[in-house]
């Protein structure tokens, strides 16, 4: 396992949810003091728009350069745009609605009304991936990626016991017959979320707790995908005291 993976506990999912803020739009604007754009990987999920909205919340909000972030997906719902279920349209609720970000910075997954099929739609995202990805790369350099878990394990539309966790072949994958609802999804690969210099995975609850050990332990991805992810530079777990009571404790950097 990665000395670079680290556990870090709140006590609550609130107070989760505003430390999380207030590292991102720190770490953010960090790396805007180094590089022209920042590439953050936005998740769907409870914790994920909670992050969002305490983001959007933050007094410090806009120490961040709206104008010189890009936003991507790292997986969406096959529903049509504006569908209350689809991680785009919680995110400009929670954020996105409330700062300058240039439209041409904020790279959607397709949705089911676009007239495309789903197979064409993750090829079309991989496509756009490629488009803004530096010479000679496939993807954009992520600097940031959030990840939120399912009970089950689950990270992005990477379900457990199923092939896509293997997926090469492509950057971006259609998923069908999902057990979470809605049954059509688009994910990134687990490649691709792991081309990621950080990968913030942020998850609260009880019922997160073994899933989350378990993956801590090491088990295999194919039993708990979040077991796979492991960013470039870090791989953070943000978890609150009632997801922590499995984690090994040598894996926790830091408590309340
Ligand atoms: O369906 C999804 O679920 C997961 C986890 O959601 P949570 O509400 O249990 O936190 C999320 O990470 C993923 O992006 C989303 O599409």
């Not at 240039?102 to 496509?127: C, K, R, W």
């Not at 090491?218 to 499995?246: C, I, K, M, Q, Y």
């Amino acid at each position: 396992m990665s000395i670079h993976r680290q556990v870090i506990i709140h006590e609550s999912k609130d107070a989760l949810v505003s430390a999380v803020a207030s590292r991102f739009i720190r770490t953010v604007a960090r790396i805007q003091a180094e590089k022209p754009l920042v590439n953050v990987v936005l998740t769907g999920g409870t914790v994920g728009i909670g992050i969002l909205a305490g983001v959007n919340a933050s007094p410090d909000r806009d120490s961040i350069d709206w104008e010189r972030i890009a936003l991507w997906w790292g997986d969406e719902r096959w529903v049509p745009r504006g569908h209350a279920d689809r991680n785009e349209q919680q995110a400009l609720d929670a954020l996105l609605s409330h700062v300058a970000i240039p439209e041409q910075n904020i790279h959607t997954m397709p949705s089911s009304d676009e007239g495309i099929e789903l197979d064409a739609a993750a090829a079309q995202y991989a496509a756009t991936l490629r488009e803004n990805a530096e010479a000679g790369a496939e993807l954009p350099h992520f600097d940031v990626t959030f990840l939120g878990m399912g009970p089950d394990g689950h990270i992005a539309s990477l379900f457990p016991h199923r092939g896509e966790l293997a997926e090469a072949s492509s950057p971006v994958i259609a998923i069908r017959d999902s057990p979470k609802p809605p049954p059509e999804r688009i994910s990134l690969a687990l490649d691709t979320i792991n081309s990621s210099e950080r990968v913030w995975l942020a998850l609260a609850g009880t019922d997160k707790a073994s899933p989350l050990g378990l993956a801590l332990a090491g088990v295999s991805p194919n039993l708990v995908p979040a077991a796979g992810v492991e960013g470039r530079r870090r791989t953070v777990f943000f978890v609150d005291d009632d997801a922590s009571a499995d984690v090994p404790r040598d894996l926790i950097a830091a408590e309340y």
